[in-house]
């Protein structure tokens, strides 16, 4: 239910015996906090030694790995993280307990990678286990805060889930189990109400966007509707006023699509986006404008203009010669 509600490290052995469980590992939120910054928010998670392989998307040289099994001190940091710390291999850092209290020196042993796309936190700080069960007090001993668990089937996660959980129903501590992407999303309620509100506002400030869009074409058609009647009168069909009014729409919604663009991307891929890619990487591994992403959002902006055009070119379609000529703008 939370990751501050303990769970006793025997689950785990438990667990492992649940038909369908392929392979399981434990942490437990460490919360501690850089002595140097305070309030530099990072993930420090107190992990089993197999944790990384769990989570094969995880990239760790196998010599880092089976130095930091043999550094009791031992931690291993995300890239994002050493990155935006300044921290190496090889240096000493001190982390002052939350819910552990003390003063906990770690020696960085490695770097972690993994790809963007997935959902590993790339800012995180993994530290052995053991070395935290040593340091706690006795009525904090032998704790874990949740258990990942890999299946062998991916279509029978929310049975196994089920089988899980059926283990402990009837002991003092119950446990919920729940695929990755749900945990996060549980997690991210709060930041989700945000999102759809955005949605919301998204939605909104389009149509008001067609709506000023409509209005100027409809202006510009309004005021050179003595060309189109000369343009009548010489010839042109209706129909293809219309297209030249369409398509002047459209070149109008072609610039503005790229001048968007142009902006979005680099205050995204290198603002809001990589902050919250170092800040928030479990929830927003990766915050960026795709290349599906542009497309879309160009299409949009060429819809919006084909739509804004479609009243004011019928119109001067409609419109006779005789009757455009007299009008005056």
Known sequence: MSF???????YIDDIRGVPGVKT???????????TKNPREFFANLACADDAFEVYPEISVDPVVLETWKRTKRGAIVGDMLAKKLGIRVGDRMTLEGTFYPGDWEFEIVGIYTAPRQSAVDRSSFFFRWEYKNDGVLPDQKDQIGWI???VDDPSRSAAVGRAIDALFEDRETQTRTMSERAANN???????????????????L??????????????GTRERTTEYAVMRALGFAPAQVRRLIVAEALAVSFCSGIAGLLVAIPVVDFGVGKWLEENM??????FRVTSETAAMAFGATLLIGALSAAMPALLAGRTSV??????VV
């Open 148 to 150: 990942f668990t890999r």
């Open 281 to 286: 990487g479990q929830f927003f591994p990766i």
């Open 24 to 34: 399981t590992t434990y942490c437990d939120w460490f919360g501690g906090k850089w």
């Open 186 to 204: 549980s997690m991210l309620g709060s930041v989700r109400a945000v999102m759809r509100a955005l949605d919301v506002i998204s939605i909104f």
């Open 206 to 219: 389009l149509f008001i966007m067609a709506l000023i869009l409509g209005n100027t074409v409809a202006m």
């Open 4 to 10: 501050g509600l303990p769970l006793p490290k025997k």
């Open 322 to 327: 005789a009757d455009a000529l007299r009008r």
